[in-house]
């Protein structure tokens, strides 16, 4: 069974910065896509950032120059480095994978709050 445990959320004030961390677990990760996405009270969940098994990545708009995406295969891992964050960042993130033949998992959440 695959799980995906977040890490990293928390409460932070405007312009500063939280890493979040993500573990899979029960399944190998090197092929796979890993995404960040988020959802917001009353919004859609929305892709925040993606990183392929090539280690390509894609932003979305509202956080491109701010949030960094990464991966290490070895430990299973994926991070989301979130920088100068504003207010509107605030949302529960939730950790994706997508394996080649299109099986998807998702991680139970961890909240992100950033004060004005």
């Known amino acids: 069974q695959v799980q995906l445990v977040e890490s990293g959320g928390g409460l932070v004030q405007a312009g500063g910065s939280l890493r979040l961390s993500c573990l899979v677990s029960g399944s190998n990760v090197r092929s796979n896509f890993m995404g960040w996405y988020r959802q917001a009270p009353g919004k859609q969940r929305e892709l925040v950032a993606g990183?392929?098994?090539?280690?390509?990545?894609n932003y979305a708009d509202a956080v491109k120059g701010r949030f960094t995406i990464s991966r290490d295969n070895a430990k299973k891992m994926v991070y989301l480095q979130m920088n100068s964050l504003k207010p509107e960042d605030t949302a529960v993130y939730y950790c994706?994978?997508?394996?080649?033949?299109?099986?998807?998992?998702w991680g139970q959440g961890t909240q992100v709050t950033v004060s004005s």
């Open positions: 990183i392929a098994s090539t280690g390509s990545t």
């Open positions: 994706y994978t997508r394996t080649p033949l299109g099986l998807i998992n």
